[in-house]
């Protein structure tokens, strides 16, 4: 079964926007081609410049959570460390139904 994975946080300053979302680029480019992930996306959100989701699609929690305790997990995401503040949130879900449209 497929999961999301969202990971829910806060950038520093409004002058680390565009160089956060620049680093989720990079890293998301980084982690295209790992076993079990199938995309990512960043959303922003429209009434507080400093809030951002980042969510991701896996093809099961195994898979991600191998990925997410591999020492590459850590290597690939430091470009976008300097940005987040220290509190974040990280929820995993199942994604029972799929309407494509």
Known sequence: ??????VYGKVHRQEDIQAFEEAFSQVSRAVKGTAGHVHDELLHDCENPLLFILLSEWNS?????????SPIHREVT???RPYWKAERERKIFDIDVRIEH
């Open 1 to 6: 079964m497929s999961i999301r994975v969202m």
């Open 61 to 69: 929690r195994e898979e991600f959570l191998r990925w997410e305790e």
């Open 78 to 80: 430091v470009p976008i």
